[in-house]
Protein backbone atom coordinates (compact mmCIF):
# COMPACT_ATOMS: atom_id res chain seq x y z
CA UNK A 1 0.00 0.00 0.00
CA UNK A 2 1.16 3.44 -0.98
CA UNK A 3 1.12 6.12 1.96
CA UNK A 4 0.54 9.49 1.95
CA UNK A 5 3.19 11.83 3.15
CA UNK A 6 3.01 15.84 4.54
CA UNK A 7 0.93 14.76 7.37
CA UNK A 8 0.64 16.17 11.19
CA UNK A 9 3.21 18.86 11.13
CA UNK A 10 2.61 21.83 13.90
CA UNK A 11 1.78 23.69 11.03
CA UNK A 12 -0.88 21.74 10.17
CA UNK A 13 -2.81 23.22 13.72
CA UNK A 14 -3.50 26.48 11.68
CA UNK A 15 -5.73 24.53 9.52
CA UNK A 16 -9.07 25.81 8.79
CA UNK A 17 -12.00 23.45 9.94
CA UNK A 18 -13.15 21.09 9.96
CA UNK A 19 -10.65 18.58 11.80
CA UNK A 20 -12.18 15.76 10.45
CA UNK A 21 -13.69 14.89 7.21
CA UNK A 22 -14.80 11.08 6.04
CA UNK A 23 -16.20 11.59 2.33
CA UNK A 24 -17.69 8.77 0.78
CA UNK A 25 -16.01 6.09 2.63
CA UNK A 26 -16.55 2.52 1.59
CA UNK A 27 -14.62 -0.72 3.37
CA UNK A 28 -14.63 -4.57 3.06
CA UNK A 29 -13.92 -7.51 4.77
CA UNK A 30 -12.95 -9.93 2.07
CA UNK A 31 -15.85 -9.52 -0.59
CA UNK A 32 -18.51 -8.67 2.49
CA UNK A 33 -19.16 -4.90 2.17
CA UNK A 34 -19.32 -3.40 6.01
CA UNK A 35 -19.72 0.56 4.99
CA UNK A 36 -21.32 1.94 2.28
CA UNK A 37 -20.35 5.54 0.97
CA UNK A 38 -20.36 7.22 4.56
CA UNK A 39 -19.21 10.69 4.80
CA UNK A 40 -19.00 12.80 8.15
CA UNK A 41 -18.06 16.09 9.39
CA UNK A 42 -16.05 16.95 13.06
CA UNK A 43 -15.33 20.59 13.41
CA UNK A 44 -12.53 21.22 15.94
CA UNK A 45 -13.78 20.89 19.70
CA UNK A 46 -16.90 18.80 18.79
CA UNK A 47 -17.47 15.60 20.11
CA UNK A 48 -19.49 13.07 17.75
CA UNK A 49 -20.94 9.77 18.08
CA UNK A 50 -21.86 7.12 15.67
CA UNK A 51 -24.49 5.05 17.78
CA UNK A 52 -26.01 1.73 16.05
CA UNK A 53 -27.40 -1.58 16.53
CA UNK A 54 -24.26 -4.79 16.52
CA UNK A 55 -22.74 -5.13 13.18
CA UNK A 56 -23.57 -1.97 11.46
CA UNK A 57 -19.84 -1.28 10.93
CA UNK A 58 -19.34 1.33 13.44
CA UNK A 59 -16.23 0.13 14.23
CA UNK A 60 -15.38 -0.42 11.24
CA UNK A 61 -15.64 3.60 10.63
CA UNK A 62 -13.47 3.76 14.01
CA UNK A 63 -10.88 2.01 12.65
CA UNK A 64 -10.72 3.63 9.67
CA UNK A 65 -9.88 7.00 10.62
CA UNK A 66 -7.18 5.55 12.96
CA UNK A 67 -5.91 4.43 10.01
CA UNK A 68 -6.34 0.43 10.88
CA UNK A 69 -9.01 -0.38 8.37
CA UNK A 70 -8.23 0.78 4.50
CA UNK A 71 -11.04 2.36 2.25
CA UNK A 72 -12.18 0.87 -1.35
CA UNK A 73 -13.95 4.58 -1.88
CA UNK A 74 -13.36 7.82 -1.57
CA UNK A 75 -11.09 9.62 1.56
CA UNK A 76 -10.59 10.63 5.06
CA UNK A 77 -9.06 14.00 6.06
CA UNK A 78 -7.55 15.24 8.95
CA UNK A 79 -6.82 18.55 9.18
CA UNK A 80 -7.23 19.35 5.92
CA UNK A 81 -4.78 16.34 4.85
CA UNK A 82 -5.78 13.21 3.14
CA UNK A 83 -4.83 10.22 5.04
CA UNK A 84 -7.00 7.26 3.48
CA UNK A 85 -7.59 7.02 0.06
CA UNK A 86 -8.19 3.94 -1.97
CA UNK A 87 -5.16 2.10 -2.31
CA UNK A 88 -3.32 4.69 0.11
CA UNK A 89 -2.79 5.08 3.69
CA UNK A 90 -0.86 6.95 6.07
CA UNK A 91 -0.15 4.30 9.17
CA UNK A 92 -2.02 5.02 12.50
CA UNK A 93 1.20 6.26 14.36
CA UNK A 94 1.55 9.05 11.77
CA UNK A 95 -2.55 10.60 12.21
CA UNK A 96 -1.81 11.92 15.59
CA UNK A 97 -4.49 10.30 17.11
CA UNK A 98 -5.31 8.97 20.01
CA UNK A 99 -7.63 5.76 21.20
CA UNK A 100 -9.54 4.37 23.75
CA UNK A 101 -10.94 0.98 24.08
CA UNK A 102 -13.51 -0.87 25.37
CA UNK A 103 -11.74 -2.50 27.87
CA UNK A 104 -9.24 -0.02 28.56
CA UNK A 105 -6.00 -2.42 27.33
CA UNK A 106 -3.50 -0.93 29.72
CA UNK A 107 -0.60 -2.47 30.38
CA UNK A 108 -1.05 -4.51 33.45
CA UNK A 109 2.92 -4.70 34.95
CA UNK A 110 3.16 -0.67 34.07
CA UNK A 111 2.18 1.57 36.69
CA UNK A 112 -0.38 4.96 36.40
CA UNK A 113 2.68 6.78 35.46
CA UNK A 114 4.60 4.61 32.97
CA UNK A 115 1.14 3.65 30.95
CA UNK A 116 0.51 7.30 30.77
CA UNK A 117 4.26 7.47 29.45
CA UNK A 118 4.17 4.87 27.06
CA UNK A 119 3.15 6.81 24.15
CA UNK A 120 5.72 9.76 25.04
CA UNK A 121 9.26 7.74 24.18
CA UNK A 122 9.80 10.53 21.71
CA UNK A 123 10.39 13.17 24.66
CA UNK A 124 13.22 13.84 26.86
CA UNK A 125 13.27 12.41 30.70
CA UNK A 126 12.08 16.03 31.70
CA UNK A 127 9.66 16.46 28.91
CA UNK A 128 7.86 13.50 29.69
CA UNK A 129 7.86 13.91 33.45
CA UNK A 130 5.72 17.28 32.62
CA UNK A 131 3.34 16.09 30.61
CA UNK A 132 2.31 13.24 32.29
CA UNK A 133 1.97 15.10 35.23
CA UNK A 134 0.34 17.39 33.60
CA UNK A 135 -2.47 14.92 32.43
CA UNK A 136 -2.61 13.19 36.03
CA UNK A 137 -3.83 16.62 36.82
CA UNK A 138 -5.98 16.83 34.55
CA UNK A 139 -7.53 13.93 35.04
CA UNK A 140 -7.74 13.58 38.55
CA UNK A 141 -5.99 10.75 39.06
CA UNK A 142 -2.19 12.24 40.57
CA UNK A 143 -2.84 10.30 43.97
CA UNK A 144 -2.80 7.15 41.54
CA UNK A 145 0.27 7.63 39.89
CA UNK A 146 2.28 4.77 41.27
CA UNK A 147 -0.37 2.11 41.36
CA UNK A 148 -0.48 -0.73 39.21
CA UNK A 149 -4.20 -0.78 37.03
CA UNK A 150 -5.88 -3.92 38.91
CA UNK A 151 -5.37 -1.61 42.00
CA UNK A 152 -7.93 0.96 40.22
CA UNK A 153 -11.60 1.01 40.24
CA UNK A 154 -13.27 1.13 36.59
CA UNK A 155 -13.75 4.65 36.56
CA UNK A 156 -10.18 5.25 37.61
CA UNK A 157 -8.44 2.49 35.05
CA UNK A 158 -11.15 4.34 32.41
CA UNK A 159 -9.29 8.07 33.26
CA UNK A 160 -5.24 6.49 32.84
CA UNK A 161 -7.12 5.33 29.63
CA UNK A 162 -7.93 8.60 28.59
CA UNK A 163 -4.35 10.21 30.12
CA UNK A 164 -2.65 8.13 28.03
CA UNK A 165 -4.73 8.60 24.87
CA UNK A 166 -4.60 12.13 25.75
CA UNK A 167 -0.73 12.73 26.85
CA UNK A 168 1.01 12.74 22.85
CA UNK A 169 -1.72 15.43 22.49
CA UNK A 170 -3.44 14.20 19.76
CA UNK A 171 -5.45 15.72 17.05
CA UNK A 172 -8.50 13.77 17.56
CA UNK A 173 -9.69 11.40 20.28
CA UNK A 174 -11.68 8.35 19.23
CA UNK A 175 -12.78 5.72 21.65
CA UNK A 176 -14.66 2.74 20.53
CA UNK A 177 -17.43 1.75 23.38
CA UNK A 178 -15.44 3.05 26.28
CA UNK A 179 -18.09 3.06 29.09
CA UNK A 180 -19.30 -0.78 28.29
CA UNK A 181 -17.24 -2.06 30.70
CA UNK A 182 -18.68 0.07 33.30
CA UNK A 183 -21.75 -0.46 35.62
CA UNK A 184 -24.78 1.06 34.89
CA UNK A 185 -24.85 3.82 37.60
CA UNK A 186 -20.88 4.89 37.01
CA UNK A 187 -21.20 4.27 33.17
CA UNK A 188 -24.01 7.43 33.33
CA UNK A 189 -21.65 8.88 35.67
CA UNK A 190 -18.54 8.72 33.37
CA UNK A 191 -19.99 9.71 30.61
CA UNK A 192 -21.22 13.27 31.54
CA UNK A 193 -17.76 13.76 33.51
CA UNK A 194 -15.98 12.77 30.39
CA UNK A 195 -17.90 14.97 28.06
CA UNK A 196 -17.11 17.81 30.58
CA UNK A 197 -13.60 16.68 30.33
CA UNK A 198 -13.26 17.18 26.56
CA UNK A 199 -15.19 20.22 26.13
CA UNK A 200 -12.93 21.60 29.28
CA UNK A 201 -9.53 20.55 27.36
CA UNK A 202 -11.45 21.52 23.58
CA UNK A 203 -10.73 18.23 22.30
CA UNK A 204 -12.13 16.63 19.37
CA UNK A 205 -13.53 13.17 19.49
CA UNK A 206 -15.52 10.35 17.58
CA UNK A 207 -17.22 7.69 19.80
CA UNK A 208 -18.44 4.28 18.74
CA UNK A 209 -21.64 3.20 21.02
CA UNK A 210 -23.97 0.86 20.59
CA UNK A 211 -25.92 2.64 24.51
CA UNK A 212 -27.89 5.89 23.30
CA UNK A 213 -27.60 7.15 26.67
CA UNK A 214 -23.41 6.80 26.22
CA UNK A 215 -24.26 8.93 22.92
CA UNK A 216 -26.76 11.25 24.55
CA UNK A 217 -24.54 12.29 27.09
CA UNK A 218 -20.98 13.03 25.13
CA UNK A 219 -22.53 13.73 21.61
CA UNK A 220 -23.12 17.16 20.39
CA UNK A 221 -23.96 15.28 17.18
CA UNK A 222 -24.88 11.42 16.93
CA UNK A 223 -25.02 9.35 13.66
CA UNK A 224 -27.61 6.51 13.67
CA UNK A 225 -26.33 3.68 11.45
CA UNK A 226 -27.64 0.94 10.04
CA UNK A 227 -26.32 -1.82 7.44
CA UNK A 228 -22.86 0.22 6.71
CA UNK A 229 -24.50 3.91 6.53
CA UNK A 230 -25.24 6.98 8.44
CA UNK A 231 -29.04 7.06 8.40
CA UNK A 232 -29.69 10.01 10.64
CA UNK A 233 -27.13 12.80 11.79
CA UNK A 234 -28.10 15.18 14.05
CA UNK A 235 -28.42 16.69 17.88
CA UNK A 236 -29.53 14.52 20.21
CA UNK A 237 -32.62 16.15 20.71
CA UNK A 238 -33.58 16.08 17.11
CA UNK A 239 -32.96 12.66 17.18
CA UNK A 240 -35.64 12.05 19.74
CA UNK A 241 -37.87 14.40 18.91
CA UNK A 242 -37.50 14.01 14.88
CA UNK A 243 -36.00 10.87 14.05
CA UNK A 244 -36.49 10.75 10.29
CA UNK A 245 -37.05 7.13 9.40
CA UNK A 246 -39.11 4.33 11.47
CA UNK A 247 -35.40 2.69 12.18
CA UNK A 248 -34.26 5.65 13.52
CA UNK A 249 -37.43 5.96 15.97
CA UNK A 250 -37.38 2.45 17.04
CA UNK A 251 -33.67 2.51 18.22
CA UNK A 252 -33.81 5.65 19.71
CA UNK A 253 -36.13 6.03 23.02
CA UNK A 254 -38.81 4.42 24.15
CA UNK A 255 -42.29 4.69 22.33
CA UNK A 256 -45.16 2.73 19.94
CA UNK A 257 -46.26 3.56 16.78
CA UNK A 258 -49.98 4.48 16.53
CA UNK A 259 -51.67 2.89 13.72
CA UNK A 260 -53.92 6.27 11.91
CA UNK A 261 -55.12 7.75 8.68
CA UNK A 262 -54.85 11.28 7.80
CA UNK A 263 -57.30 13.09 7.58
CA UNK A 264 -56.85 16.79 6.71
CA UNK A 265 -53.39 18.72 6.05
CA UNK A 266 -52.47 18.26 9.29
CA UNK A 267 -54.77 15.80 10.83
CA UNK A 268 -54.74 12.26 11.46
CA UNK A 269 -58.13 10.03 12.26
CA UNK A 270 -56.55 7.29 15.34
CA UNK A 271 -58.81 4.91 17.70
CA UNK A 272 -57.83 6.91 19.87
CA UNK A 273 -59.29 9.83 18.37
CA UNK A 274 -58.29 12.62 15.87
CA UNK A 275 -54.80 14.09 16.38
CA UNK A 276 -53.46 17.47 15.08
CA UNK A 277 -49.95 18.60 13.92
CA UNK A 278 -48.56 21.44 14.26
CA UNK A 279 -47.25 21.31 10.84
CA UNK A 280 -48.64 20.26 7.38
CA UNK A 281 -48.43 16.33 6.93
CA UNK A 282 -47.15 16.44 3.28
CA UNK A 283 -49.88 13.87 2.46
CA UNK A 284 -52.96 13.34 0.38
CA UNK A 285 -55.85 12.74 2.63
CA UNK A 286 -56.57 8.83 3.60
CA UNK A 287 -53.06 8.40 3.55
CA UNK A 288 -52.12 5.06 5.73
CA UNK A 289 -49.43 5.99 8.21
CA UNK A 290 -48.54 5.49 11.62
CA UNK A 291 -48.00 8.29 14.14
CA UNK A 292 -44.96 8.06 17.28
CA UNK A 293 -46.17 8.58 20.36
CA UNK A 294 -43.10 8.82 23.39
CA UNK A 295 -43.94 7.75 26.56
CA UNK A 296 -44.12 11.95 27.69
CA UNK A 297 -46.64 12.43 24.71
CA UNK A 298 -48.62 10.34 27.24
CA UNK A 299 -49.95 12.18 30.22
CA UNK A 300 -51.72 11.23 33.51
CA UNK A 301 -54.78 13.61 33.51
CA UNK A 302 -57.94 11.69 36.41
CA UNK A 303 -60.14 13.45 33.04
CA UNK A 304 -58.73 12.41 29.83
CA UNK A 305 -60.28 10.71 27.45
CA UNK A 306 -58.22 7.33 27.32
CA UNK A 307 -58.84 4.59 29.63
CA UNK A 308 -56.65 2.36 30.17
CA UNK A 309 -55.39 -1.02 32.41
CA UNK A 310 -52.28 -1.07 34.03
CA UNK A 311 -49.91 -3.97 32.39
CA UNK A 312 -46.46 -2.63 33.56
CA UNK A 313 -44.54 -0.83 35.89
CA UNK A 314 -40.95 0.35 36.18
CA UNK A 315 -40.17 3.15 38.85
CA UNK A 316 -37.22 5.24 37.92
CA UNK A 317 -37.10 7.72 40.81
CA UNK A 318 -38.52 10.74 40.24
CA UNK A 319 -40.90 9.36 37.17
CA UNK A 320 -42.37 5.76 36.71
CA UNK A 321 -42.71 4.11 33.35
CA UNK A 322 -46.34 2.46 32.85
CA UNK A 323 -47.14 0.14 30.32
CA UNK A 324 -50.73 0.35 29.21
CA UNK A 325 -53.39 -1.13 27.47
CA UNK A 326 -56.68 1.08 26.27
CA UNK A 327 -59.93 0.29 26.21
CA UNK A 328 -59.46 0.09 22.42
CA UNK A 329 -57.07 -2.59 22.88
CA UNK A 330 -53.85 -0.51 22.14
CA UNK A 331 -50.68 -0.98 24.30
CA UNK A 332 -48.93 2.80 24.91
CA UNK A 333 -46.36 3.83 26.93
CA UNK A 334 -46.73 6.85 29.52
CA UNK A 335 -44.14 8.61 32.02
CA UNK A 336 -45.69 9.78 35.49
CA UNK A 337 -44.74 11.49 37.70
CA UNK A 338 -43.74 9.34 40.49
CA UNK A 339 -46.65 10.32 43.05
CA UNK A 340 -49.20 9.22 40.33
CA UNK A 341 -48.42 5.39 41.86
CA UNK A 342 -50.23 2.73 40.12
CA UNK A 343 -50.20 -1.09 40.79
CA UNK A 344 -50.94 -4.11 37.89
CA UNK A 345 -54.48 -4.04 36.70
CA UNK A 346 -55.30 -0.33 38.25
CA UNK A 347 -57.90 1.61 35.87
CA UNK A 348 -55.98 4.94 34.67
CA UNK A 349 -56.89 7.95 32.63
CA UNK A 350 -54.57 9.59 29.86
CA UNK A 351 -54.59 11.86 27.65
CA UNK A 352 -52.64 12.72 24.10
CA UNK A 353 -50.34 15.58 24.18
CA UNK A 354 -48.07 15.61 20.85
CA UNK A 355 -47.67 19.27 19.08
CA UNK A 356 -45.58 17.74 16.49
CA UNK A 357 -46.44 14.64 15.23
CA UNK A 358 -44.17 12.14 14.02
CA UNK A 359 -45.13 10.26 11.15
CA UNK A 360 -44.13 7.31 9.02
CA UNK A 361 -45.92 5.40 6.11
CA UNK A 362 -47.92 2.50 6.85
CA UNK A 363 -48.69 -0.93 5.18
CA UNK A 364 -52.47 -0.42 4.53
CA UNK A 365 -52.53 -4.04 5.58
CA UNK A 366 -51.06 -3.43 9.00
P1 LIG B 1 -20.37 -4.09 17.33
O1 LIG B 1 -21.21 -3.04 18.01
O2 LIG B 1 -20.92 -5.47 17.52
O3 LIG B 1 -18.93 -3.97 17.62
P2 LIG B 1 -20.11 -2.64 14.83
O4 LIG B 1 -21.29 -1.79 14.49
O5 LIG B 1 -18.94 -1.96 15.42
O6 LIG B 1 -20.57 -3.85 15.74
P3 LIG B 1 -18.29 -3.70 12.86
O7 LIG B 1 -17.41 -4.36 13.86
O8 LIG B 1 -17.79 -2.48 12.20
O9 LIG B 1 -19.73 -3.39 13.48
O10 LIG B 1 -18.67 -4.79 11.76
C1 LIG B 1 -19.40 -4.44 10.56
C2 LIG B 1 -19.61 -5.71 9.75
O11 LIG B 1 -18.35 -6.21 9.34
C3 LIG B 1 -20.30 -6.82 10.50
O12 LIG B 1 -21.18 -7.46 9.63
C4 LIG B 1 -19.19 -7.75 10.91
O13 LIG B 1 -19.63 -9.08 10.96
C5 LIG B 1 -18.18 -7.56 9.79
N1 LIG B 1 -16.79 -7.71 10.29
C6 LIG B 1 -16.23 -7.01 11.30
N2 LIG B 1 -14.94 -7.41 11.49
C7 LIG B 1 -14.71 -8.38 10.60
C8 LIG B 1 -13.57 -9.21 10.29
N3 LIG B 1 -12.43 -9.06 10.94
N4 LIG B 1 -13.71 -10.10 9.30
C9 LIG B 1 -14.86 -10.24 8.61
N5 LIG B 1 -15.96 -9.50 8.84
C10 LIG B 1 -15.90 -8.58 9.83
Redesign the pocket.
Known sequence: MNSISALGTDDALAAPRPLLEVRGISCN??L?R??FDLSLTVHRGEQVCLL??????????L?AIAGFHSVLTGGIFINDLQVSAPGAMVPPEARRVGMVFQDHALFPHLSVRQNVASGLRSLSAGEQKTAVDDMLDRMDISRHAEKYPHELSGGQQQRVALARALAPKPLLLLMD?PFSNLDQELREHMGQEVSDLLKENDITCVM?T?DQNDAFALGDHVGV?AD?AIVQWDTPYNLYHQPRTHFVADFIGNGIFLPGDVSGSARVATALGELESDEALDRPVESPIEVLLRPDDVVHDPEGPIRATVRRRAFKGAEIMYTLRTTQGITLLALFPSHANYEIGDEVSVRLAVDHLVVFDRDPED
Do not use: I
Request: proline content about 5%; charged content about 20%; aromatic content about 4%.
Open positions: YGEAVGPSGCGKTTVREVHMG
